[in-house]
């Protein structure tokens, strides 16, 4: 049996965000010239490295593997003390002893995304061929990209096939990739509020964001790192309007209404006179402490370009055509970003392919961030999923 347990730490001031992206506060497996990432845009990314975080055991057939894929803001840090925030992982409603990913049975593997800022190469990593950070320099990936990196990670760690992938949102994508390009490796896929292209609306959102970033004088033209700066107002902008797609006017109104902060009357200026506005800004400026403006751009340009029916012919039953990956597919009732019926569409297109799917579409007015809060019906809808799917793959409470 392999036993690998995470690293913890207490938390880091925000200047040594960037030492995280060459020396993260996790694992690392490193692949050299001889080991290529081939990418979809032609280049041989070479030599590169995935940092990981590991919670639990592999069993003795090496069977009881889960693979977690973060969003497009997460990172490798699912359910342990984020190293720059010191704050709890940012997905433990779901993941731990005794969780629907119960790390005490399961042996749960969560990489840093190709493109990322917290230890897997990407534009805030060195270039070993310059000595400089990447910038824009890095050659642009996709979700399909994403997906072949961890594929070579599990192969480094001697995993041939995995019990389940799950992710939402971006992860969520990568986890219908994974069932597209490795079908043969993934026994059961949960996939939340994700879908199987973004819709021009999305990209519109993205593209806002990435002008905001772009058009900060501190961004100098993606060598930020170079000057001494950091287009920390810019990417706090791209920060705050991506946060209000993740929720809903119901909850932005139960939470916040027209409510003002710390004031009795408006003070007819433009300070953040409304609870929201402060809400947003707090958003914006912590997000910039532990994310890198050069992988928002990199990262939001690979789910604009993801589009799993174009890769098969235009048509999207293609993609799971024999499929014998048991798939769950959630969506939430009031996510706009990723509606419903882009999970019907999921839903449609496997049942076309004769592959076995259950879906659930849980009422909540909490938004597009549901998958990650404490909505008690998808919490328990994941631990029904899983516990089926072990019985079904043999997998005993302890995991042999």
Known sequence: MVTIRP?????????????????????????????????????????????YQA????????????LICHALTGDQHVANVHPVTGKPGWWQTLVGPGKPIDTDRYF??????????????????????????????????????MVRAQAML???????????????????????????????????????ACSTRHSAQNIAFHELGRQAVMADPDWRGGRYFEHGTHPR????????????????????????????????????????????????????????????????????RAMDYFDIAAD???????????????????????????PTADSRAIVHALNASSARVSFAEIETDRGHDAFLLDVPEFIEISRAFLESAASAHGLTAAGG
């Not at 996790?26 to 490295?49: M, N």
């Not at 992860?171 to 939340?192: H, I, K």
């Not at 235009?314 to 024999?322: C, H, I, K």
Request: proline share 4%.
């Open 55 to 66: 919670y639990g055991r592999l069993n003795a057939d090496r069977s009881n593997a889960i």
């Open 108 to 145: 749960v593997i969560c990489s840093n995304v190709i493109g990322g800022c917290m230890g897997s190469t990407g534009p805030a990593s060195t270039n070993p061929a310059t000595g400089r950070l990447w910038g824009l320099d890095f050659p642009v990936i996709t979700i399909p990209d």
């Open 7 to 51: 690293e913890q730490s207490g938390g880091a001031s925000a200047g040594e965000r960037a030492q995280e992206a060459d020396h993260p506060s996790s694992l690392v497996a490193r692949f050299g010239p001889d080991k290529p990432l081939r990418l979809d845009c032609g280049i041989d990314l070479a030599p590169f490295q995935i940092a």
């Open 154 to 192: 599990l192969d480094h760690l001697g995993i041939q096939k995995l019990f389940a992938v799950v992710g939402g949102s971006m992860g969520g994508m990568q986890v219908l990739q994974w069932t597209t390009a490795y079908p043969e490796r993934v026994f059961s896929a949960l996939a939340v």
């Open 312 to 338: 098969h012919d235009g048509v999207l039953a293609n993609a799971w055509r024999g499929a014998r990956t048991r798939f769950c597919v959630v969506s939430f009732t009031s996510d706009w970003l990723f």
């Open 233 to 300: 107002r810019g990417l706090g902008v791209a920060r705050m309007a991506a946060h209000i797609t993740y929720l809903s006017d119901a909850a932005l109104h139960r939470k916040f209404g027209r409510r003002l902060q710390d004031r009795d009357t408006p003070t007819f200026s433009f300070d953040a006179d409304f609870e929201v506005e402060s809400y947003l800004r707090h958003q914006g400026s912590s997000f910039v402490e532990r994310f890198d403006a050069n992988s928002y751009l990199y990262l939001t």
